[in-house]
């Protein structure tokens, strides 16, 4: 029902930041909790970052101080700020979002490579 558009992905050196933001193209929908999902080739896909409405966040203990996730209510927009890149970050990002209504959607995903 609702589209989620991702941005912000590309190449940078190690040791680089990117920031990656995720809209929600239907405003009357409200986003409850917003993740934040990588898919590495041949792995899984695993969370990396959520965030509740009012702010509560989790982080999974591989990017912990180094990627920031946040969200812009009055925007359905959600963000996140990645950091001290390191090679093993590489992966499609995507972002998913868990409304208010009870229905999810996923971002298309976006390609973070981080190389020298």
């Known amino acids: 029902q609702v589209r989620l558009v991702e941005s912000g992905g590309g190449l940078v050196q190690p040791g680089g930041s990117l920031r990656l933001s995720c809209v929600a193209s239907?405003?009357?929908?409200?986003?409850?909790?917003m993740r934040w999902y990588r898919q590495a080739p041949g792995k899984e896909r695993e969370l990396v970052a959520s965030i509740t409405r009012i702010g509560t966040t989790y982080y999974v203990e591989s990017v912990k101080g180094r990627f920031t996730i946040s969200r812009d209510n009055a925007k359905n927009t959600g963000y996140l700020q990645m950091n001290s890149l390191k090679p093993e970050d590489t992966a499609v990002y995507y972002c998913?979002?868990?409304?208010?209504?009870?229905?999810?959607?996923w971002g298309q995903g976006t390609q973070v490579t981080i190389s020298s």
């Open positions: 998913n979002a868990l409304f208010y209504d009870g229905f999810n959607s």
């Open positions: 239907e405003s009357a929908f409200m986003i409850n909790i």
